[in-house]
């Protein structure tokens, strides 16, 4: 049988992945902002349109996995909330 300490510990080995993630989803949306500009910046001096669609995709896809990831932190705390 598992001790309550070592479900506490694996619910805050969670909890440090899921924040983890989260950073790592954020620094990759920021990016992605940059390259949206960079790409409306080149758009603008550029006979052809550069491929903006696929960007504003990914962008939807981060936001929504920050999302998840959010959710997953929530029910993490209150699962160690009501230990």
Excluded: C, F, K, W
């Excluded at 924040?19 to 990016?31: F, Y």
């Excluded at 500009?37 to 001096?45: F, V």
């Excluded at 052809?48 to 029910?75: F, K």
Aim: charged share 30%.
């Amino acid at each position: 049988m598992t001790s309550l300490g070592e479900l506490r510990s694996a619910l805050a080995t969670v909890t440090e992945r899921t924040d983890l993630a989260r950073g790592h989803v954020e620094t990759a949306r920021h990016r992605l902002d940059e390259i949206g500009r960079i790409y409306t910046e080149l758009s603008a001096s550029s006979r052809e349109t550069l491929p903006a669609p696929q960007v504003e995709r990914a962008r939807r896809e981060l936001d929504d996995l920050l999302s998840v990831i959010a959710t997953a932190s929530g029910a993490v705390a209150d699962l160690d909330a009501r230990l």
